[in-house]
């Protein structure tokens, strides 16, 4: 049951605030089970003390559907002070009310069908180049690669740089900032947060370069910042630079680092289950799936949509969700004051049992029509969030790993190189803490 608070007799959640100041953060930046070890001694609703603020844990769809359903009244838009101040206070991430929603219809357009069919053939031929240079190495370790391969995509496709140094010089700069974007706030040369803010600069100062550079330029590009150089609102005042530096780092973070975390997802998981792969190939045969992929012909592969969502569903990239309570209020009978702050829990959203029978498993069916279990209950399949802030670049996101997967399974095989961990390294994204090291070929 959730109702507006009309008293203050409810209790707060179960849990512990931890040790003074600190609170809890390092063992929530450390221990991968955190969340879980804590769900199962308190339930679906308990407190704890992060980044500095007592924050109010939720998972489950019910929790979900509260917490989308009442954003803007009960909650606003918010993230640890690390990763605010690394976005920065222009960035659509950090932005609420009003504000927000007109800046997210300027930048929608980025990413509505007609751009992202625009995108594919690039897409295509960026992934083909990759796919080529690791057949000529034939074993690597994976995960740097993947990273490198995002950049580029997002890079390129989304603000238009090109291939060579100044790709591969900011690629080294943003693996800096993105690793200082959850972390303890200690802004020391030294520190990971002191670093990332130096990066942050250097990135901006690139960003404002390559905007002023378009500018200039005669006839506007399709990619995401030629759209967002042109978008007006109904009042027809575009983005200012400020804004839109904050914007394009905003875009390179959505669309490179979660998306480099699914692609090695995706990877382990189809590896470890060679099945899934020979079910892939054989929906290629029957679609006619050639060199050159359109959006018509991705409508017809349901089962590569089937593996995308399980690889989504058991590794999603973005383990939770930050809000902060402006207005007290009740979930389950227990109080959430006002100034507190919550996390939704994405990951222990995707384990709940009585939606996704044995959740452990890899089970790319559970996703077909017949069983549909995602569409069971609301909210119960949230890898990007959901209601008014959903992920922007969803639609971009899915896309890539569908290009990649296709191209991937038709021409090559990988298989994992033994002695190598690969439990998952969760900060700031899901990733094996040995890289991911393969061989890699191209099939006979």
């Not at 699914?262 to 099945?275: D, K, M, V």
């Not at 017949?370 to 399949?381: G, I, L, N, V, W």
């Not at 996101?397 to 439990?423: K, S």
């Not at 393969?438 to 099939?443: G, I, M, Q, T, Y």
Request: aromatic share 10%.
């Amino acid at each position: 049951m959730t109702t507006t608070d009309t008293s203050r007799s409810l209790p707060l959640p179960p849990g512990s605030f931890g040790w003074p100041i600190i609170g809890e953060t390092i063992s929530f930046l450390r221990d991968r089970d955190f969340n879980q070890k804590r769900q199962k001694k308190y339930g679906s609703v308990y407190r704890s003390h992060i980044f500095g603020q007592p924050t109010v844990m939720l998972s489950g769809s019910e929790a979900n559907r509260f917490l989308f359903t009442h954003d803007n009244s009960y909650f606003a838009a918010t993230w640890p002070y690390s990763t605010r101040t690394l976005l920065g206070s222009l960035s659509l991430a950090t932005q609420s009310g009003t504000l927000h929603q007109q800046r997210r219809r300027l930048m929608a357009q980025a990413f509505v069908p007609k751009a992202l069919a625009g995108y594919l053939p690039r897409m295509e031929k960026i992934t083909h180049q990759y796919l080529a240079k690791w057949e000529e190495w034939g074993e690597m370790t994976w995960y740097p690669q993947l990273r490198n391969y995002t950049f580029d995509i997002a890079s390129i496709l989304l603000i238009g740089t090109e291939t060579g140094s100044e790709t591969a010089a900011l690629s080294q700069i943003f693996q800096t900032w993105t690793e200082g974007l959850f972390s303890i706030p200690l802004n020391l040369p030294w520190s990971r947060f002191g670093k990332a803010m130096r990066c942050r600069q250097l990135l901006l100062d690139k960003i404002e370069e390559i905007v002023r550079r378009r500018q200039q330029e005669n006839t506007p590009r399709n990619d995401a910042l030629g759209l967002l150089l042109e978008a007006r609102d109904e009042e027809g005042n575009g983005l200012t630079l400020e804004e839109l530096k904050d914007q394009v780092l905003l875009l390179l973070f959505a669309g490179h680092e979660t998306v480099t975390s699914s692609l090695a997802s995706l990877c382990l998981l189809l590896a470890q289950h060679p099945e899934a792969i020979a079910k892939l190939r054989e929906e290629q045969q029957q679609v006619g799936c050639s060199d050159s992929l359109t959006m018509d012909l991705f409508k017809q592969m349901t089962y590569l949509e089937q593996v995308v969502k399980e690889v989504l569903r058991k590794v999603p990239p973005v383990g939770g969700g930050f809000r902060r309570v402006v207005n007290s209020c009740e979930f389950n009978d227990y109080r959430i004051p006002e100034g507190w702050m919550i996390l939704y829990q994405i990951n222990q959203t995707h384990q709940d049992e009585a939606v996704y029978p044995h959740p452990e498993e890899f089970d790319p069916d559970r996703f077909g029509a017949d069983r549909a279990e995602d569409k069971q209950k609301p909210f119960s399949f949230v890898p990007f969030g959901g209601g008014v802030r959903e992920c922007l670049g969803k639609a971009f996101a899915l896309l890539v790993m569908r290009v990649f997967a296709t191209h991937l399974v038709r021409n090559y095989r990988w298989e994992l190189l033994p002695d190598q961990d690969l439990e998952l390294v969760t900060v700031p994204t899901p990733h094996p803490r040995d890289g991911l090291r393969v061989r890699f070929r191209r099939r006979d």
